[in-house]
């Protein structure tokens, strides 16, 4: 693993992320990227936090860098327990080209965690809008996402409401 990447990733408050920027700066290529990847399955936690912020912000200029690894994505959606991996797990996987068996398994992973109200809040927030997007990806989703955004309206969470309403408006 590039020894600068985990430099400028490493750290031991995993809610710091000062140095993400410079991360970001140093991805400019798929080669970079691939480094960049590779950290997601670090053993230490907010190294893989940090790295998997610095993927999601790259990601949403660079589609075309998370798709050689969409196999590996979908095998960390389906294994991880990192509550800050599970966050953008949730908005990558959006951004990946699926086929339509994988947008099966993604969109009731995310439906998952969506409804799951042991999820962290984050988690469930991410994943609810990672179901908005897949729907906007697949208009024949739209009716599923309205089934979902219905069920979560029964939930009495200000956070889950608002998030609702905003999507709602969305659609």
Known sequence: MNSELSHLLIGR?????????????????????????????????????????????????????????????????????????????????????????????VWHKLYYWAMNPNEGKIVRINALQGLHQLSLLHPSLKGSLGEVLTQLGYEKTPWLRASIRKLQKRL
Do not use: G
């Open 13 to 105: 408050d995993i809610r710091t992320n000062q140095r993400n920027q410079e991360v970001i700066k140093r991805i400019k290529d798929q080669a970079a990227f691939n480094e960049l990847f590779a950290f997601l399955f670090h053993h230490e936690r907010a190294l893989v936090m940090r790295a998997a912020e610095a993927i999601e912000k790259i990601t949403r200029q660079h589609k075309e860098y998370i798709q050689s690894h969409k196999a590996h994505l979908l095998s960390l959606m389906q294994t991880s327990d990192h509550v800050e991996l599970k966050w953008h797990i949730a908005q990558l996987l959006p951004r990946l080209e699926l086929s339509n068996s994988e947008l099966t398994v």
